[in-house]
Nanobody
Framework: QVQLVESGGGLVQAGGSLRLSCAAS????????MAWFRQAPGKEREFVAT?????YYRDSVKGRFTISRDNAENTVYLQMNSLTPEDTAVYYC????????????????????WGQGTQVTVSS
């Protein structure tokens, strides 16, 4: 079992930045692929970014968001810049034992473990 704990969410004005963190309880084969998803009110959960054998992003966040990982700290980050109100959502961290090599968005079913989520609110 792997526990994932997100942090770093909050309220920010449009154009601002936030950095989300996801701390995994341990690094094992079960965290080969790490990802961020988000769910806005009244909408389905959607893929945002993933890091595995490469990094992949949702088209709408390319150039604004950067996913990275610190293996020594078992932590994955999501640096979010130029935020817009459309980025408002609960952001979830996820881990999978399967490597992901693109090119399509990875399905949520690929991931075995999920965090509780952290709220990101962008005001206009």
């Amino acid at each position: 079992q792997v526990q994932l704990v997100e942090s770093g969410g909050g309220l920010v004005q449009a154009g601002g930045s936030l950095r989300l963190s996801c701390a995994a309880s341990r690094r094992t084969f079960e965290t080969r692929t790490m990802a961020w998803f988000r769910q806005a009110p009244g909408k389905e959960r959607e893929f945002v970014a993933t890091i595995s054998r490469g990094t992949y992003y949702r088209d709408s966040v390319k150039g604004r968001f950067t996913i990275s990982r610190d293996n020594a700290e078992n932590t994955v980050y999501l640096q979010m810049n130029s935020l817009t109100p459309e980025d408002t959502a609960v952001y979830y961290c996820a881990a999978a034992s399967t490597y992901y090599s693109g090119p399509a968005y990875p399905p949520s079913g690929l991931f075995d473990y999920w965090g509780q989520g952290t709220q990101v609110t962008v005001s206009s």
